[in-house]
């Protein structure tokens, strides 16, 4: 079974910055796809930034483009989110996603991804 580990969370006041990471531990993410999303108590899970490992084609939700960047690491299996000018709005338990189908989208990786346990941040107004 896939193992997926994320860190990085914290609290910081609106405007800072946050870095989150991941890494699946057992399969090859070499033509993927991999991704993070994000809850808010009472909220559903939302798609916040996906990227398909083989060619770094990526997506983003609207809410995020232009203050998150979402990046692999040298190991096809590591995956960061920047995370700049955050908002009160964008405290959530965010959750890594690995999935060994490429499409990337986003009810296939609901779907067929393997999932972290999740780290949590906090934003302060």
């Known amino acids: 079974q896939e193992e997926v580990v994320e860190s990085g969370g914290g609290s910081v006041q609106a405007g800072g910055s946050l870095r989150l990471s991941c890494t699946a531990s057992k399969y090859s993410y070499d033509n993927a796809c991999m991704g993070w999303f994000r809850q808010a108590p009472g909220k559903e899970r939302e798609a916040v930034a996906r990227?398909?490992?083989?060619?770094?084609?990526?997506y983003y939700a609207d809410s995020v483009k232009g203050r998150f960047t979402i990046s692999q690491g040298n190991a096809k299996n590591t995956l960061y989110l920047q995370m700049n000018s955050l908002k009160p709005e964008d405290a959530a338990m965010y959750y890594c996603a690995a999935d060994p189908d490429p499409t990337c989208g986003v009810l296939s990786m609901f779907l067929t991804a393997y999932w972290g346990q999740g780290t949590k941040v906090t934003v302060s107004s």
């Open positions: 990227t398909r490992t083989s060619d770094g084609t990526t």
